[in-house]
């Protein structure tokens, strides 16, 4: 597969509108609270059925500081007490989800985020993994893949060691960037003495992929010191790089609301950081995968996306299509059989249910007919960068043209600019039309067509 991604000035500024980012279709805002824990048990009683591997997910939510940007779920804290009560659900939440899947559906991925996977205690964090394998089989060490996000300031060699010794063999570092004026902005002061000490762990301790996330449009920076960060990274060759655009979003994020406005870099500066970032990136010869993500081209990702098997779930690109998802902790997201359900978002209410004995999920949504084809769609493109429309006729008993009318009238202005090229056998999102790819897919998704006004999403570029 051809993975080069060319950068259109022009065309960006003129398709640079807000819309999602496909971690799931149909999107989170289409969650309804009429799906339940009921609906959820039924579902995984209907997995069980496919005999499936299993892929689980933790939220920690605690974080030692808060980051400005931040628009994850987290409670900023410097109270470690807080962790043992929230373990605790954890543990009964874990015993609870277990009873549902057949004990022969194998675990082979996992993932901590967070907040701060890393806020807990090297006891707490092997505790977790103990009562996980109690109540899950885990892959081994060649098949798994175990990933945690670091944070470098909540973390040493000997928290690498151990997360490596509990089985983990994948991390992802928070970055954003080197330089302290923009740390300082964001309240995010990391030396690059920490976080190299964390890379050089994970590399002595036999991690087999590493990954770094940056951070652009966050106040003060300019092409040349991003550039600068990004030099210091490619230097020490993580497999993976993500590169995400800040969404200053200080109305739905109360703490971007200490981010002054007018510290923003300009829209156009924005792009010029962006432009250097992707042309840097492709001379030091990482593969552009998507959205926000590079990869050396042995990387795993870099791989499935070659071999067509690329997936992409709530933690961004996977390898693993085939898992049903179980999402553990407040405000988890999990995907099991044809649903997807999620559990409460506030901490209080979390506890609430797990101490009465139910399972936390409170919300979610059944996919139909339509949901799971048009996911199809949209899963091809925002992967592969192309879709069959013969495979899409021959899987889903549909006559494309006259199925995806909409879309394709849609998609039709797309391919006028050099943005998609369409045939009567393929859609293949051309190099042009790559940092585009979130608007190419909005052409497939039904719910955006009924609304109306601002739809909640960040912008795409």
């Known amino acids: 597969m051809e993975q080069s991604v060319s950068f259109d000035l022009e065309l960006i500024r003129r398709y640079d509108q807000s819309g999602p980012r496909y971690t799931s279709y149909p999107t989170a805002v ?10 959820y048990k039924a579902a995984c009683a209907r997995s069980n059925d496919s005999g499936r591997p299993l892929s689980i997910y933790f939220h920690i939510p605690f974080c030692d500081t808060v980051c400005f940007y931040c628009a994850c779920n987290k409670i900023a804290t410097k109270d470690r007490s807080l962790a043992p009560p929230y373990l605790e659900r954890v543990y009964r939440e874990l015993a609870m989800q277990s009873a549902l899947f057949d ?67 994948r991390m ?28 050089d762990a994970a590399i002595a301790e036999g991690f087999r992929s590493t990954s770094i996330d940056l951070i652009y449009g966050l106040p003060f920076q300019t092409v040349a010191s991003f550039s600068n960060t990004l030099e210091r990274v490619i230097a020490v060759n993580p497999q993976r790089l993500s590169i995400f655009n800040y969404a200053h979003l200080p109305e739905r994020f109360k703490p971007q609301r200490r981010i002054n406005d007018a510290d923003l870099p300009a829209p156009e500066v924005k792009l010029d950081i962006l432009q250097s970032t992707i042309s840097r990136l492709t001379e030091a010869g990482y593969v552009y995968i998507g959205m926000d993500h590079f990869a050396r081209p042995d990387d795993e990702l870099a791989l499935a996306q070659q071999a067509g098997t690329l997936y992409r779930n709530f933690q961004g690109y996977s390898t693993h299509a085939d898992c049903d998802l179980i999402g553990i902790g407040v405000t988890s997201i999990g995907k099991v059989d044809n649903t997807y359900g999620q559990n409460r978002r506030e901490l209080e209410e979390y506890y609430a249910d797990i101490d009465a004995g139910h399972l936390a999920v409170f919300r979610g949504i059944e996919l139909n007919r339509d949901d799971l084809i048009r996911r199809d769609m949209i899963t091809k493109l925002i992967c592969h960068f192309q879709l069959d429309i013969r495979v899409a006729e021959a899987t889903w008993g549909i006559q494309f043209a006259d199925y995806f009318a909409d879309a394709l009238t849609k998609l039709q202005g797309m391919a006028n600019d050099g943005l998609v090229e369409i045939t009567p056998t ?11 790819v979130r608007n190419i897919c909005m052409a497939f998704d039904a719910y955006l067509a009924t609304k109306t006004g601002p739809i909640g999403f960040s912008k795409v570029i």
């Open 426 to 436: 393929q859609i293949r999102i051309l190099a042009r039309g790559r940092l585009l």
């Open 103 to 169: 004990r022969s559906r194998r675990v082979e991925q996992l993932h901590w985020g967070g907040g701060t996977p890393t806020f807990l205690s090297h006891a707490q964090m092997s505790e977790l993994m103990d009562v996980t394998r109690r109540h899950f089989d885990l892959a081994g060490d060649d098949v798994g893949e175990f990933s945690i996000e670091i944070d470098p300031r909540e973390a040493d060699a000997s928290t690498v060691k151990l997360l490596r010794n509990i089985g983990f063999n």
């Open 172 to 199: 992802s570092l928070g970055v954003q960037d080197f330089d302290l004026k923009v740390q300082t902005a964001v309240n995010r002061v990391q030396t690059e003495a920490e976080t190299m000490a964390v890379l």
């Open 30 to 39: 289409e969650f309804s609270e009429a799906f339940d824990e009921t609906a």
